[in-house]
């Protein structure tokens, strides 16, 4: 398992931006699919988007055309652009890593918190009308 740090989060309008970030402390990413979640209040964990170690990524469709993952080239940190953001994106960013050598998502393994074994505590995210 690797520890995670999200941050980045905050209160914006409705069709603002923001840019979280989701590092390693002391460790590396580099070998890991990463993937972004996010939790509303008394909702379940609902995926957003991932990316593999090679730079393969995929998003949900609710997120598609308005955020953007990606990874620094030295692949300790993960961000998620998001843009055009809306009321229905508020809640809690979750950061979560799971070790891989695949340079693939695969979508049916992406979307389910299960198949991540590192999370980081999160980061809130505020969109209002």
């Known amino acids: 398992q690797v520890q995670l740090l999200e941050s980045g989060g905050g209160l914006v309008q409705a069709g603002g931006s923001l840019k979280l970030s989701c590092g390693a402390p002391?460790?590396?990413?580099?070998?890991?699919?990463v993937a972004w979640f996010r939790q509303a209040p008394g909702k379940e964990r609902q995926f957003v988007a991932a990316?593999?170690?090679?730079?393969?990524?995929y998003y949900a469709g609710s997120v598609k055309g308005r955020f953007t993952i990606s990874r620094e080239t030295a692949n300790s940190t993960i961000y998620l652009e998001m843009n055009s953001l809306e009321p229905e994106d508020t809640g809690n960013f979750y950061c979560a890593a799971t070790f891989s050598n695949q340079d693939h998502v695969d979508p049916r393994s992406v979307v389910n918190p299960r198949s991540f074994r590192s999370w980081g505590r999160g980061t809130q995210v505020t969109v209002s009308s």
């Open positions: 002391g460790g590396t990413l580099s070998r890991y699919t």
């Open positions: 990316i593999s170690m090679n730079g393969k990524t």
